[in-house]
T-cell receptor, first 114, second 108 residues
Framework: EAGVAQSPRYKIIEKRQSVAFWCNPI?????LYWYQQILGQGPKLLIQ????????DSQLPKDRFSAERLKGVDSTLKIQPAKLEDSAVYLC????????????FGDGTRLSIL | EDQVTQSPEALRLQEGESSSLNCSYT??????LFWYRQDPGKGPEFLFT???AGEEKEKERLKATLTKKESFLHITAPKPEDSATYLC?????????FGGGTRLMVKP
């Protein structure tokens, strides 16, 4: 079974620029999550999709972050404009359902803001 | 607000030296507690789910236990390849709340 795929693996941009990350979940997984993991901390949920609808985006900084999941499969997360504090690893995860099912993570995109 | 605290932040062991990692939590209506392993440059890898107090799960040298306020990850006779960051997370609804992790280093 193929795992969660993310790209790019690394991205370096200057502050105020925009950036986008892509995620392809495990086939058949209806629930998709984006997390932000700052160095030395645990992952923090940004947004959760069930199929192509948003379930929870309460911790997403909506003035600069946006996410979509078209057709209930792939997803993109965008930051515009980026700030220095956005430097982190952005992890995508998927699960069969949102209820107490293990989440399976991709290896993330490491974002550095100069 | 759900809170998860892991201790210690870092742990150094000699190969074969057994120990335990702690995860204490405050949550309204725990639905599940999850343990993950994370290697440098990788995403978290699922290890265990525990659903109710008294439950235990085992996998190779790892054993996870759960009480009403905390969970322990016991590592028996660890090997250098067990070196990683161990994360615990709680579910009280749709979302997971993660602790800060314990960085485990096992020296040969």
């Amino acid at each position: 079974e193929a795992g969660v795929a993310q790209s790019p693996r690394y991205k370096i941009i200057e502050k105020r620029q925009s950036v986008a990350f892509w995620c392809n979940p495990i086939s058949g997984h209806a629930t998709l999550y984006w997390y932000q993991q700052i160095l030395g901390q645990g992952p923090k949920l940004l947004i959760q999709f069930q199929n192509n609808g948003v379930v929870d985006d309460s911790q997403l900084p909506k003035d600069r972050f946006s996410a979509e999941r078209l057709k209930g499969v792939d997803s993109t997360l965008k930051i515009q404009p980026a700030k220095l504090e956005d430097s982190a690893v952005y992890l995508c995860a998927s699960s069969v359902s949102p209820f107490n099912q293990p989440q399976h993570f991709g290896d993330g995109t490491r974002l550095s803001i100069l | 607000e759900d809170q998860v605290t892991q201790s210690p932040e870092a742990l150094r062991l000699q190969e074969g030296e057994s120990s335990s990692l702690n995860c204490s939590y405050t949550v309204s209506g725990l639905r599940g507690l999850f343990w993950y392993r994370q290697d440098p440059g990788k995403g978290p890898e699922f290890l265990f789910t525990l659903y109710s107090a008294g439950e235990e799960k085992e996998k190779e040298r790892l054993k996870a236990t759960l009480t009403k306020k905390e969970s322990f990850l016991h590592i028996t006779a660890p090997k250098p390849e067990d070196s990683a960051t161990y994360l615990c997370a709680v579910s009280a609804g749709n979302m997971l709340t993660f602790g800060g992790g314990t960085r485990l280093m096992v020296k040969p």
